[in-house]
């Protein structure tokens, strides 16, 4: 990279003291000047033009060009497309029965993801962050008694303070919004993990139904989205979405009958008012050749189980219809969604008896498919694992020792999608055949006009592939048709406070890396 600012005047290679210009003088250069001006711009002429420099004694490393104002403005570009990997993240938290020592864990190490997006290569991820319960409540029934109002929390993010906080930190935001926002001036004081911490120690009295799917679609539901949520999804951001939960989701219809708790023995049509609903109607696991419920019995280690998709009177939502709510919300676009789950394996599938005390009958109960080091267990998630994988994303054991190695990965992750750089690909082609455009990309300075400061990063067909150095890539997933990704490869960070930038317009303004005397 070469350093380039936008104040006024020329720093001389050749030795010779440095000379400001006015507006509209002309002087005459040294012959190095001239011919490094005549092969800049065509091939390998940045690689020509800095040996030539280097060559008149120039201090290479801090090489600062500073073009003569051309009548084109007073610094920074219009024409300079700068990038942000804008992200919204959505951490959806269970907050029902044996959850609250796996909150404590996960919130205690959620730096391990937070300082992968604020270390990305070219800088800070721009964040909103949204937490939310699992609770929507269990279909048509108002069973507060249970825990489980009718629709729960309506999949609002959530803003007040637990565990150890005393004051929200999120009443005072003049949006009135409940999520945390990173850029621009966070709207909220400490650090972030510890204000996520504040909001999301949930403990593990919500209702026993867990339906993080449905609090996820709810909460990003479009026209109807919550007052809470509402600014919190950007068009061009990555949608993030991570889940904490230690059971399979049981997303339920609004009219749904699955939480009937009149129904409370064996012989009855549910069986007992028990989750193990969600299993017996949310499943389908090969038995005897063919996929059918689960038996309402013991069981050892079923195999294939999967979403019951089937059923035309599905008491669960269909795992597919979660997915699709959230791929219309990206136009369909695979690359702008990020789906990951922190929960039960979903093997070893086996179902226990139990018989409770005082209780007239035994009933089915799933039975553990992990158990961590510290007594914490989790049921089969297959439904989140088949959501997660549909959207592209990875499950990780919530029975794991540590979820720092799951929430680098979530992290990277994200860094590596949201980074993504698309641009329009048709610019100007060089004219020697690298198939590449011809255009300038930049480490800009943050605090000044894009294109006015910043560091220079050439193609990397100009420096033989070494690094630091930029290609442009044909990218249609991520981008789009006829759209170009631009990839940076680095040995290190970017520069501290700078941002990515290119510009593919021709080199007629005094802007950066454009040479006019």
């Known amino acids: 990279m070469t350093e380039f600012s936008n104040e006024r005047g020329l720093h001389n290679c050749g030795g010779r003291d440095r000379r400001d210009l006015v507006p509209g003088e002309r002087r005459k250069e040294p012959e190095m000047f001239n011919q490094a001006k005549r092969v800049m711009w ?36 219009t024409t300079w497309q700068t990038f942000s990997a804008e992200t919204d993240l959505v951490l959806a938290i269970d907050d029902a029965e044996g959850m609250s020592s796996l909150q404590t864990k996960m919130l205690s190490q959620l730096p391990a993801l937070l300082d992968v997006l604020q270390g990305a290569p070219n800088g800070p991820v721009d964040l909103h962050v949204g937490v939310l319960t699992s609770d929507t409540g269990v279909g048509k029934f108002e069973l507060t008694q249970y825990g489980c109002p009718y629709g729960g929390n309506f999949g609002w993010f959530q803003s007040a303070p637990r565990a150890m906080c005393t004051a929200s930190p999120l009443s005072n935001l003049s949006t009135g919004n409940g999520y945390f926002e990173t850029a621009g001036g966070a709207n909220y004081s400490d650090s972030l993990a510890n204000q996520i911490a504040c909001v999301g120690a949930m403990g593990d009295t919500g209702c026993g139904f867990s339906s993080p799917l449905k609090s996820i679609r ?21 949608l993030a979405v991570v889940v904490l939960s230690n059971k399979d989701d049981c997303s339920v219809y609004d009219d749904s009958g699955l939480g009937d708790p009149t129904q409370t023995r064996m012989s009855d049509p549910l069986g007992p008012f028990t ?41 669960l939502t269909k795992v597919a219809d979660e997915v699709s709510a959230l791929q219309l919300l990206k136009n369909n676009n695979p690359a702008r969604i990020l789906a990951a789950a922190i929960t039960g394996p979903t093997a070893p599938y086996s179902i226990d008896m139990v018989q409770e005390a005082g209780a007239p009958e035994a009933h089915p109960q799933m039975h553990p498919s992990c158990q961590s080091a510290t007594g914490e267990s989790a049921e089969p998630a297959v439904r989140m694992q088949q959501w997660a994988s549909a959207l592209g994303g990875t499950t990780y054991s919530i029975c794991a020792d540590s979820f720092v190695p799951a929430l680098q990965s979530i992290g990277q992750a994200i860094v590596d999608r949201a980074s993504a750089m698309c641009f329009d690909g048709s610019s100007s082609p060089r004219n020697d055949g690298t198939n590449q455009p011809g255009c300038r990309v930049a480490d800009l300075s943050v605090g000044l006009p894009a ?45 501290a406070s700078s941002y990515v930038g290119i510009n593919c317009a021709p080199c007629t303004q005094s802007d950066l890396g454009c040479l006019f005397v």
């Open 42 to 77: 065509t091939g390998a002429g940045w690689c020509a033009w800095l040996a030539i420099l280097c060559a008149g004694g120039a201090a290479c490393n801090q090489l600062r060009l500073s073009p003569v104002n051309d009548g084109g403005g007073t610094g920074g570009s």
């Open 218 to 238: 709810t909460a990003l539901a479009l026209p109807r989205t919550p007052a809470a949520n509402q600014g919190f999804l950007r068009p061009q951001a990555l």
């Open 275 to 315: 989750r193990f609903r969600c299993n017996e109607f949310g499943h389908l696991c090969q038995i005897n050749g063919a996929l059918t419920h689960p038996p309402r019995g013991a069981a050892s280690d079923l195999q294939g189980c999967v979403s019951n998709e089937t059923s035309a009177d599905l008491n």
């Open 451 to 495: 294109g006015q400061s910043g560091s220079l990063i050439f193609n990397c067909a100009d420096t033989g592939g070494a690094s630091p150095c930029w290609t442009a890539v044909d990218d249609p997933v991520r981008c789009g048709s006829g759209v170009k990704s631009l990839v940076i490869r680095r040995v290190s960070p970017a520069p």
